[in-house]
């Protein structure tokens, strides 16, 4: 079952930022607040990749290829997680994903429609 809706994608130069949102309108919050959320990218030809994630707590975790340059964040009090990715590189462009994550980091929910980046000059 679909629980989250993304948004905020489009089209920067490189180098540029953008902030995508993943709201759970369906969700109450007492749902919300305890989940482990990630944010996932796919290009064409390849599977979903995680690129962040943040417990309840607010503690955070990148991947490799976007560490120093995203940073997610979450309002609890919207049911909102946030990514924040500055210095866009061509490589990032992608459709970008948010989902619960299980505690073995595994996808809890159906997927959404996603948002697409793109970067290009």
């Known amino acids: 079952q679909v629980q989250f809706v993304e948004s905020g994608g489009g089209l920067v130069q490189p180098g540029g930022s953008l902030r995508l949102s993943c709201r759970g309108p369906?969700?109450?919050?007492?749902?919300?607040?305890?989940?482990?959320m990630g944010w996932y990218r796919q290009v064409p030809g390849k599977g979903r990749e995680l690129v962040a994630s943040?417990?309840?707590?607010?503690?955070?975790n990148y991947g490799d290829s976007v560490k120093g340059r995203f940073t997610i964040s979450r309002d609890n009090s919207r049911k909102t997680v946030y990514l924040q990715m500055s210095d866009l590189k061509p490589e990032d462009a992608a459709v970008y994903y948010c989902?619960?994550?299980?505690?073995?980091?595994?996808?809890?929910?159906?997927w959404g429609q996603g948002t697409q980046v793109t970067v290009s000059s």
């Open positions: 989902n619960a994550l299980t505690s073995s980091r595994q996808p809890t929910y159906g």
């Open positions: 943040i417990t309840p707590d607010r503690l955070t």
């Open positions: 369906r969700m109450i919050t007492s749902v919300f607040n305890p989940l482990l």
